[in-house]
């Protein structure tokens, strides 16, 4: 599933490609994956921005009578975006995921969106105001928010039963960390994946909140520049635990195990983050 640190990049690339282009088609290909309005209130439709709303990204834009739009995309597991210079005619496909729909720019140029799951869940929201979107209102803050400090982080762990791998994923909780980065943020802070977050430490919750603003922070920087088609591959690649099993841990040498639980699967290193102990 996309993250913050690679929805934020390729928010940047499609600011950088598409600001100041006009909406010239948006044809959808699975009808389910609209959620709210039609494609036909974006038409003609200046593009103004693209940001990252936690796992999601903004296509913002006003029309010629300065209204605004927003054009809000939920990647799901496995959805993404694909560039064009030139949009192909039609709806042929293009690339190996699945075409969920086509947004075609004035000078030639677009994007499609799609999803590579079994499963579709990429999902698009068109909305006068992100707020209305019912993913975006129930939204926790951002770890990557610069007025989001160590107090804000206690107090949303403080009194929780429940798992802090799980915590770090809910979005209502926190926005924008999904499955790797949580393998990641609790291997760097030296956690279990299932010690519940009332019983963490102050220690401890120090240590998570310096990993995670660490993690995001310098994962962020490190897709900095990097084209949406390898945004993904650069990711995996740079991962030190998550899809690791089997492989040392590259902290200690330890075999990197694997926690499976409600449909979900962790990774994590016994002697850094469990005292030892496998997890069943």
């Not at 990049?9 to 290909?29: P, W």
């Not at 496995?78 to 947004?103: K, Q, S």
């Not at 990097?226 to 089997?246: C, F, N, Y």
């Amino acid at each position: 599933m996309p993250e913050a640190p690679e929805v934020h990049e390729l928010a940047a690339f499609l600011t950088a490609h598409a600001s100041g282009r006009e909406i010239r088609g948006f044809d959808i290909a699975l009808a389910k994956m609209l959620k709210a309005g039609e494609p036909s209130a974006v038409l003609g439709c200046r593009v103004a921005a693209v940001t990252r709303i936690a796992k999601m990204i903004d296509v913002a834009v006003t029309d010629p009578a300065g209204t605004p739009w927003h054009i809000v995309v939920h990647f799901g597991h496995d959805g993404w975006v694909l560039w064009h210079d030139a949009v192909p005619d039609g709806m042929a496909r293009a690339g190996d995921a699945t075409l969920m729909a086509r947004i075609r720019l004035d000078d030639g140029a677009g994007f499609d969106l799609t999803d590579a799951g079994q499963w579709k869940s990429l999902t698009v929201h068109i909305v006068p105001h992100t707020a209305d979107i019912p993913a975006v209102a129930k939204l926790g803050p951002d770890p990557l928010d610069p007025a989001f400090d160590l107090a804000d982080f206690a107090a949303i762990l403080a009194g929780r039963k429940k798992q802090i791998k799980a915590l770090l994923q809910d979005q209502a909780a926190l926005a924008g960390i999904g499955n790797a980065y949580s393998d990641e943020i609790l291997h760097a802070a030296r956690l279990s994946p299932v010690v519940h977050a009332s019983a963490l430490s102050q220690d401890e919750v120090g240590r998570l909140f310096e990993a995670m603003r660490t993690i995001l922070t310098e994962s962020t920087a490190a897709r900095r520049g990097v084209a949406p088609e390898d945004l993904k591959a650069t990711k995996h690649a740079a991962l030190r635990v998550h899809r690791r099993t089997g492989e040392p841990c590259p902290v200690c040498g330890d075999v990197i195990r694997e926690l499976t639980f409600s449909g979900a699967a962790a990774q994590y290193c016994p002697t850094c983050q469990t005292g030892g102990v496998a997890l069943d």
